[in-house]
């Protein structure tokens, strides 16, 4: 089991600064681009039925009529698409924006929340497009993936592929804005138990699990508001027409209880999903070593 240096992706960081000191930080971090594609696909495919239960349950028409228990690979390939290069870009442009919030705010919380931030803002421009695809694959707005991109591009044009797009990043900010400083303050924590001072890899990805349980719980009904965007209308036919809209329509007519709709398998999901994706990112940044 790597040890890895607290406040770094991972230990190799630190042994690497050890053997020859570099004058100045890489434009480009390569290697976080590399392993966050790894650690995303890693989780998305692995833990797809339980992403596909949560937004069966988030539906209008309710679980059973979304499809139940069948089907449930279906989106999977629009998911694995998005997943590598989504992935990839939040934490390429997460590690390589924590030098320059730290610049800005100090090295601490406020310069994770920041770095993630842009990072989330990043990703969703590929994120959002295959989140678009593949969640009324899930639901069963469309039978195939060809269905679904020929329905989207019919009813909105390109734009309709970006659907959510603002209503993703306000559930994903908020949501690193809790992960990444709990993240990175467990890892400090677990880093001053031993006389070396480093985080050992499991150790990391256990705060990684702990981390985003508690953020996906919080951020449950930010969820079931970019679901109901993506799937566009009601059980009745009536389009959601903007964030605050479909928050005001879905407590008015169903209930706060609805806005928690699917906070069991989101937070399991995203519970087990933060244990592998940090796991799987920190050994791929070992895997794939320095950036040239």
């Given amino acids: 089991l790597f040890p890895i240096r607290s406040g770094t992706a991972c230990g190799c960081d630190a042994r690497r600064r050890r053997a020859r000191p570099r004058a100045a930080p890489a434009m480009v971090d390569l290697t976080a681009l590399a392993a966050g594609g790894a650690a ?17 349950l988030q539906a209008p028409a309710g679980f059973w009529k979304s499809g139940g228990f069948s089907g449930i690979y279906r989106g999977l390939g629009s998911a694995a698409v998005g997943s590598v290069p989504g992935a990839a870009l939040f934490f390429g442009t997460y590690e390589n924006a924590k030098p320059l919030a730290a610049s800005i705010v100090g090295d601490g919380p406020a310069a994770h929340m920041m770095a993630a931030s842009m990072g989330e803002i990043a990703a969703c421009l ?9 969640q009324n694959l899930q639901a069963g707005t469309f039978r195939t993936t060809g269905d679904a991109l020929r329905g989207i591009m019919a009813e909105n044009g390109p734009r309709g592929f970006l659907k959510g797009y603002f209503s993703t990043v306000m559930r994903e900010i908020p949501f690193s804005m ?6 990175e303050g467990l890892k400090k924590a677990a880093a001053a138990r031993h006389e070396d001072g480093l985080v050992r890899s499991y150790e990391s990805a256990a705060a990684g699990s702990v981390s985003g349980a508690f953020s996906a719980a919080v951020t449950t009904p930010l969820d079931v508001v970019k679901t109901r965007l ?13 964030m605050v809209s479909t928050f005001q ?22 519970g087990i999903g933060g244990f592998v994706y940090f796991g799987v990112y920190e050994r791929a940044r070992i895997f794939f070593g320095p950036s040239p």
């Avoid at 994120?127 to 678009?132: D, G, L, M």
């Fill in 126 to 134: 590929v994120r959002v497009p295959t989140e678009n695809v593949k």
């Fill in 249 to 270: 329509r879905i407590l008015n007519e169903e209930g706060a209880r609805a806005l928690f709709s699917g906070i069991g398998p989101r937070t399991m999901w995203i």
């Fill in 40 to 56: 995303g696909l890693a989780v998305d495919v692995s833990l797809f039925p339980i992403d596909t239960v949560k937004t069966r």
């Fill in 230 to 242: 993506m799937l566009r209308v009601d059980v009745n036919g009536i389009p959601y027409n903007g």
């Fill in 178 to 183: 809790i992960q990444f400083p709990l993240w």
